[in-house]
């Protein structure tokens, strides 16, 4: 079982759908959480990170749950720039863990 | 600033040939990364840094050798590349470790084919 899975998708959405992902982790010792966006043949860039609390920006929320050791990254209003491929990243004592990628596509 | 570069941007190696990645930061960071990623893989830690002068191992260390000399500058070699190590490397700098939520700032990658 990899440390950290994500659904590959591909999602393709219209313009201004509602879209969410989730990201699961084994090391229940996990102590930060982020979402980074990578566009086609480019690096990856911090999207958000996700507190204990759950966290907004704009029109990105993430939430993270511990209990259930998962991640998710809501994003609404989608606009045709959010195309990227989403990566979940977990962090623990240097050990950085980065899911494979979920990409999306969204469409006019 | 340049924040993180790499070079070179696209290298092709021969079996057995040796290179060095080279990485440079101009954001003062401690932290230095180096990462490779495959297709369906996701990025996987190859080697870190917490500051000049120490290195350490990541998740697939195996066939690298990693140097920081200076602050600014985080170096990866392959001793005797094999097609496995066919892949894009990316560098990361962050100004401290990633327990405080700290941003990795990544390079631009640096695309290896080893035939």
């Known amino acids: 079982r990899k440390e950290v899975e994500q659904d590959p998708g591909p999602f393709n959405v219209p313009e201004g759908a509602t879209v969410a992902f989730n990201c699961t982790y084994s090391?229940?010792?996990?102590?930060?959480f982020f979402w980074y966006r990578q566009d086609c043949r480019k690096e990856p860039k911090l999207l958000m990170s996700v507190y204990s609390s759950g966290n907004e920006d704009g029109r990105f929320t993430a939430q993270l749950n511990r209990a259930s050791q998962y991640i998710s990254l809501l994003i609404r209003d989608s606009k045709l720039s959010d195309s990227a491929t989403y990566l979940c990243v977990v962090y623990n004592n240097n050990d950085m863990r980065f899911g494979a990628g979920t990409r999306l596509t969204v469409k006019p | 600033n340049a924040g993180v570069t790499q070079t070179p941007k696209f290298r092709v190696l021969k079996t057995g040939q040796s290179m060095t990645l080279l990485c440079a930061q101009d954001?003062?960071?401690?932290?230095m990364y180096w990462y490779r990623q495959d297709p369906g893989m996701g990025l996987r830690l190859i080697h870190y840094s917490v500051g000049e002068g120490t290195t350490a191992k990541g998740e697939v260390p195996d066939g690298y050798n990693v140097s920081r000399l200076k602050k600014q500058n985080f170096l990866l070699g392959l001793e005797s590349a094999a097609p496995s190590q066919t892949s894009v490397y990316f560098c990361?700098?962050?100004?401290?470790?990633?327990?405080?939520?700290?941003?990795?700032?990544f390079g631009p990658g640096t695309r290896l084919l080893v035939l």
């Open positions: 954001m003062n960071h401690e932290y």
């Open positions: 990361a700098s962050s100004s401290s470790g990633l327990i405080y939520q700290e941003t990795q700032y």
């Open positions: 090391n229940s010792a996990s102590q930060s």
